[in-house]
Structure formats: structure tokens, C-alpha cells
């Protein structure tokens, strides 16, 4: 029987931004999943991509669905629940319960809408940090990420180097392409020129979600490799014209991408897209600085991972990341997977994918049982 599991929100003390914008207080969802030990040396930080939320395995009690990551993540899976105490939280600036545009904002009582202040990768780790210090946790045995949640978790081994053992970024990137930029701008603009937008002040039963919907297909076409799209649609038609058809022909992958973009439309906000996309573009790991000094202090170890068929974080910004990072002397062990279903291979059941997070979390928790036994420490509860 799959595990029954809910979110919850904690209130956290001011935060100040990396713009200089003090916050009185942040709220941030999150999910807990698993034992902490009493070592307090189990914790695995799972960050999400643009879209996630802190539901990230096991069937939610509200909505009797399965978490994003329920593939892997629970018991007896390759991120084992029987022996790692998960966390997952949404972003900063994000619409899933934590602090972000559609909240309300203690100075006007309103929602913040646009007047919410522009958040970075590091400001959405800074927060979770707060989240973690809240758990009484000092030191994460690894965090974890796809995508936007890869970039998170490159900045805890940046911003936070002694608090964390393995940093596991899968296709990501140390900052955005010109190419990837030009894929999220697209998007930004059929929000912002939908008449419904309103400059950001529109009302929940009269949001912009043609615009929405269309940013979702754009951003959606990105995420699916070439021969999965001609695989499952090709040139199929997905049923016979319709009188209010303005065109005589409906394809099956038009009919895919519609759907993608209205079902998005009911669960993410579109000022929250804004907001979230720019804080993609805007993110350098390196910060403009030479790596050497920007890594200066990182002291763990990293497990990359990319995606043959990944076009939209390709291989090679991978490959330059593990560069990167053993120029600098950082232990680094890198995997292209030779996946056929894109950037989403991350996302979906992927059995080469599991099979590697299995065995390298197993080794790397051995490794330091091995070391708490020398030590005379108890590792689990």
C-alpha cells in the first residue's frame, strides 16, 4: 500500500534577499519523508524543477496522487525511506504554500503580485537552509536535484560547503545558454501580452491562462527529445475536422500539447512563472568570479548526470560543469545516460537512472556507517 503523506508550512524568520529586499518573515512548504537518525546524518534534500512542489513521493492524503519523484523516492527505492530522512520543500517565490507573488504581503494585506521582489537560485537555497536549521539539521548527507533543482543544488555546495556530503545536480547547468534564455523569454511574452495579465494585478478567477497555457507548450516542447515525439505522435491525426475547427486537421501532438498547457493552467500561477523563469536566466554559478575562487571551500563530493537525448540541457553543459569542477580539485563522478525521452528522462521512470542513484547513495552511506562504527556513533534511529 503506498504511503499517505502531507505537506506542511513553517513560518521562518526574516530573510534578506540577494537584491537587499528584508522579507519579516517567509513561509516555506515542505515534506519530510523517513527517520532521522540519531547521528542526524540521514538527511537527503531533494530540490525541484521549475513546476515541482514539496509533494515528492508517496500518495497525498488531499489529492490521492503520487508525488513527482515516486519512482524513486520511498521505501526500498534507490533514495530509500528505510534508511535516508528526505526533505523536499517548495521554492521561494514559488505558488505551492511557500512565500512567493501570490501571497499576501504584511505591508498592504494584498497579494504581492508584482511588487514581489526578484528571487535568485541562491535566495531559494538561502530559505531552505533556514528550513533545514529549523529541523535541527547542521549537515545534509546529500542534496539532490533536476534541472532548476540541479542549479539549487550546485549553490548548496557553494553557499553552504560544510553542510553537505554529496551535491547530485542532474541535467543542469552552471548558468543558462542564450538558446535557453530565448525558450523562457518566448514563454514570458505570451504572459505578459495576454490581456488578461493586467500588468500582474488580475484576480484568481480571471487569470492570463491563455498565456500560461501557451508558456507551458513552449517550455513543454523543450522538455521531450525528437524521437519520443515522432515515437508516440508523428504526423497522427488525433480525430476527424470538427465544424469549429479552424483548420480541417488536428494532430495528435497538437492535441498533446493543448492538453499539457490547460492542465498546467490549474495548478501554477502565472506571475509565479515570471518570476521562477527569470530566476533560471539570471543564475551563475560562478558568479562572474574564476572557479578556482568561487570553489574554493567546497569540500563535496559530486555525482553528475546528464542525458544523451537531452536538448535542453545538453550533455555537454555537463561535461564543462565536471570540467570545471576537477580543475578546481573536486571529487567528481560523472554519467551521460544514453536515455531516449529528452530532459524529462529525469522525471519518469528510468530504470538506468535508478540504478545509478541506488548504487552510488548505497556507497557512499557505507562509506560512512563504516566511519560512525570506527567512531563508536550510531547511524540510524
Known sequence: MAEIVHTQTKRLPEMITRSGYKFPYIDINYMTLGTLSEARDN???ITHALSGNAHVAGTHEETNKPGWWDHYVGPGKPIDTNRFFVICSNVLGGCNGSTGPTSIDPKTDKPYNMTFP???IQDMVKAQSLL???LGIDRLFAVIGGSMGGMQALSWAVDYPDRLHLCVPIAATMMHSAIQIAFNEAGRQAILTDPRWKHG????DDRPEHGLAVARMIGHITYLSESIMEDRFGRRFQRPPQPEDVFPVFFAIESYLQHQGVSFVNRFDPNTYLYITKALDMYDLLDGRHADDI????????LIISFESDWLYPPKQSREM???LRRAGKAVTYLNLDTEYGHDSFLIQNPPL???LDNFLDLE??????IHNQAGIKSDS
Open 295 to 302: 570553489l574554493a571551500d567546497v569540500t563535496c563530493r559530486f
Open 354 to 356: 535508478e540504478k545509478v
Open 201 to 204: 494585478d488580475y484576480s484568481p
Open 118 to 120: 526578484p528571487v535568485t
Open 322 to 324: 565536471a570540467r570545471v
Open 132 to 134: 533545514i536549521d529549523s
Open 43 to 45: 538527511a537527503i534534500l
Open 365 to 370: 552511506y557505507k562509506n560512512i556507517e563504516s
